[in-house]
């Protein structure tokens, strides 16, 4: 953990001496790095044989836990909606 508070730090203090430079070529190395990491992720999944057999249940908990999600949001942005406009008519 030490390692990635370190990591992060050495990081943001590079980037603050760097701050003055063009570096519009980071975001597309970034965005690689992602990618190449979500593959390894899947591949990864895909090697776990618990984890693919599990696929089902685990497929249920995920869907139930968007819609909740997805209900909550809807309703929390209608309440604001309805609570901002309250003095409008």
Not at 4 to 20: A, D, I, P, Q
Request: proline share 1%.
């Amino acid at each position: 953990m030490l390692t990635v508070v370190g990591l992060m730090l050495l990081g943001v203090l590079s980037g603050y001496l760097l701050r003055n430079r063009n570096m519009k070529w980071v975001s597309r190395v970034v965005m690689a790095l992602i990618w190449v990491l979500l593959f390894l992720l899947g591949t990864e999944v895909g090697a776990n044989d618990k984890i693919v057999s599990g696929l089902p249940t685990i497929g249920m908990e995920a869907l139930l836990i968007t819609v909740f999600a997805l209900a909550g949001s809807l309703l929390g942005a209608w309440g604001l909606w309805v609570w901002i406009n309250k003095g409008k008519a």
